[in-house]
């Protein structure tokens, strides 16, 4: 072999052995970072690598990296990621979109972001730190293969449609840190059997629990301290059979249990601190056949019966001050009501498609004339009346 030859042999393995080394896999080449504490360690804001399997860093640049950022990696298709021990910060939808199934994360985490696994549709298994006080807005919803979750004793709140759409979602215990469900926390969770409200718990969020149609028991905890259930909150949970409002409960919102077709029993709880029956707060609860409203209850508000077509009994409380529009309408198997003698005003069609077999007892009011002018609002044309749309018997019992 002559020298010539010799040396184009060298400098092809030079070659060679350049691109070798420019192929030499840097992490530092598959992220975006930004500075967090003042440069001291580092957040993930971005993630440009082709890999479906991904082993977070803890280090890049010879630093640490301590936070994930906001969408960091959102819709990568990601099968499988870890997150190393050191990370304290996910931001608002940082995992969103992506096909891993299961994940745990370290210790140091303290607050599950918005959106942070958002539509992560294969996600069967999710462990959650110790330390995690709040569960935020969407954080896994529409996870729809996930099928349980066990929430930390640490979680005083469990934020807006944390859980919306997690279909497969058959169980999940609430802890007694827990005082707030946001709104639609669990809507459309349509495998959810029952659950326990804890005692701590104070506001229920609108729609929290809205089409749950599977859910068959609600239990609030011995010593419940609820005071408000937002609108919708149990809308549409149509195998839900009984429930026990507890005594602290002032504000039952409009639609709460709306179209909770199983609904056969409700039940006030001793002591009762409630004042008004929402709109709609009971529309086409078409299994409900009894209610005993306690004392206390002002106002019943538009369509708060209406269509509780199985409803046979009902028993006002004598605190009763006002009847609203379409209250009582198409409650056709209700044979007879007793309007007490401290309601002022009942607003028009409160009635509406009452037959002639049915009867309103009116106490407080020794004629037609009475009632008309003490319920019919000023300005009103006679038209606009009480007992417009019904047929029903009415009964005077007594006053002026």
């Not at 993630?47 to 640490?64: A, E, F, N």
Request: glycine share 10%; hydrophobic share 40%.
């Amino acid at each position: 072999m002559n020298k010539k030859t010799v040396l184009c042999a060298l400098a092809l393995v030079l070659v060679f052995a350049s691109c070798a080394q420019k192929q030499k896999y840097e992490p530092e080449n598959d992220f975006r970072v930004s500075p967090l504490d003042g440069g001291k360690s580092l957040e993930i804001t971005g993630y440009t690598g082709k890999k479906q399997s991904v082993d977070i860093p803890s280090r890049l640049y010879k630093k640490p990296v301590a936070g994930i950022g906001e969408g960091a990696f959102a819709e990568k298709e990601l099968i499988s990621v870890t997150i190393p021990k050191n990370i304290t910060v996910i931001r608002d939808g940082a995992f969103a979109d992506n096909l891993f199934f299961s994940i745990t994360l370290p210790k140091g985490i303290t607050e599950i972001s918005d959106g942070a696994f958002l539509n992560c549709k294969n996600l069967t298994n999710i462990t959650l730190p110790a330390g995690v006080t709040s569960i935020g807005s969407g954080a896994f919803g529409n996870c729809t293969s996930l099928t349980s979750i066990k929430i930390p004793a640490s979680v005083t709140e469990i934020g807006d449609a944390a859980f919306a759409g997690c279909i497969s979602l058959t169980s999940i215990t609430i802890p007694a840190s827990v005082t707030e469900i946001g709104d639609a926390a669990f809507a459309g969770c349509t495998s959810l059997t029952s659950i326990i409200i804890p005692a701590g718990v104070m506001s229920i969020g609108n729609g929290a629990f809205g089409e749950c149609t599977s859910l068959a028991s609600v239990t609030f905890a011995e010593g419940s301290q609820l005071v408000s259930i937002g609108q919708s909150a149990f809308e549409g949970c149509t195998s839900l059979t009984e429930i026990t409002i507890p005594a602290g409960v002032t504000e039952i919102g409009g639609g709460a249990f709306e179209d909770c077709t199983g609904l056969a029993s409700v039940i006030f709880a001793e002591g009762s601190q409630l004042v008004s029956i929402g709109q709609s707060t009971f529309k086409s609860c078409t299994s409900l056949t009894g209610i005993t409203l306690p004392e206390g209850i002002t106002k019943i508000s538009e369509s708060a019966f209406q269509g509780c077509t199985g409803l046979t009994n009902i028993t006002l409380p004598s605190s009763l001050t006002s009847i609203g529009e379409s209250a009582f309408s198409n409650c056709t198997s209700l044979t007879n009501i007793t309007i007490p003698a401290s309601v002022t005003e009942v607003t028009r069609r409160a009635f509406n498609g009452w037959t002639a077999s049915q009867t309103i007892n009116v106490q407080g009011h020794a004629n037609q004339a009475s009632a008309d002018r003490a319920w019919n609002r000023e300005g009103y044309w006679s038209w606009l009346i009480w007992r417009e749309g019904s047929n029903a018997k009415i009964v005077y019992q007594g006053g002026n």
